[in-house]
Nanobody, 125 residues
Framework: QVQLIESGGGLVQAGGSLRLSCAAS????????MGWFRQAPGKEREFVAA????????YYADSAKGRFTISRDNAKNTLYLQMNSLKPEDTAVYYC??????????????????WGQGTQVAVSS
């Protein structure tokens, strides 16, 4: 199975940028569909972005479109989430997730089998 470790979170001012990384080990990242989710205090985990195994299809939550970019570097076995124009409402713990099988419900957390431990992102106003 694949193990996932996120990094790159931190405190940033509104309008700033962060790049989150998700390092995979145990299995090649290229064999998995990947997603980014986030969870703010008192809220349910929500979809941010996803990338199909082939790398050809990517999906974004409406809140992320135009600001966030999901990408993968299979040579480094790493998934990325570039976040620009950050807003205070982006504050959350961000998780990467992996699955071998992914239906059209790529936005549902239960579609993903493997999860990282999360990295905190805080955006100040």
């Amino acid at each position: 199975q694949v193990q996932l470790i996120e990094s790159g979170g931190g405190l940033v001012q509104a309008g700033g940028s962060l790049r989150l990384s998700c390092a995979a080990s145990g299995r090649p990242l290229s064999g998995y569909h990947m997603g980014w989710f986030r969870q703010a205090p008192g809220k349910e985990r929500e979809f941010v972005a996803a990338s199909r195994r082939s790398g050809g299809s990517t999906y974004y939550a409406d809140s992320a479109k135009g600001r966030f970019t999901i990408s993968r570097d299979n040579a480094k076995n790493t998934l990325y989430l570039q976040m620009n124009s950050l807003k205070p409402e982006d504050t959350a713990v961000y998780y990467c997730a992996a699955t071998y099988y992914l239906s059209d419900a790529y936005y549902q957390p239960h579609e993903y089998r493997y999860w990282g431990q999360g990295t905190q992102v805080a955006v100040s106003s």
